[in-house]
């Protein structure tokens, strides 16, 4: 059975810095492509940062320039390096991952790890 285990998350202050990981396990089945998403309370989940399998990125446009998302692919991780953390940054971070299998692509989610800045 698939599954996403996130860690990172934490509580830091305006200006600093945290490292999100996802690390994808049980899957025979190899990945489209991989990233986070965020949601903050009253929002909707958005797009944070997501990487593709021939190694293409895109960042959330509030997060260009800030966050860097990175993959391991013998290790099917991908991690996401936040710096310059605004208060705007708060809210549940979700993994996110499409498996490639035989008859479709099919999206997976991990459980979210919050993510609090403060002033």
């Known amino acids: 059975q698939e599954q996403l285990v996130e860690s990172g998350g934490g509580l830091v202050q305006a200006g600093g810095s945290l490292r999100l990981s996802c690390t994808l396990s049980?899957?025979?089945?190899?990945?489209?492509?991989m990233g986070w998403y965020r949601q903050a309370p009253g929002k909707q989940r958005e797009l944070v940062a997501e990487t593709t399998s021939d190694g293409n990125t895109t960042y959330g446009d509030s997060v260009k320039g800030r966050f860097t998302i990175s993959r391991d692919n013998g290790k099917s991780t991908v991690n996401l390096q936040m710096n310059s953390l605004k208060l705007e940054d708060t809210g549940v971070y979700y993994c996110?991952?499409?498996?490639?299998?035989?008859?479709?692509?099919?999206?997976?989610w991990g459980q979210g790890t919050q993510v609090t800045v403060s002033s």
């Open positions: 996110n991952a499409v498996l490639v299998k035989p008859r479709a692509n099919y999206n997976y």
């Open positions: 049980g899957s025979i089945f190899s990945i489209n492509r």
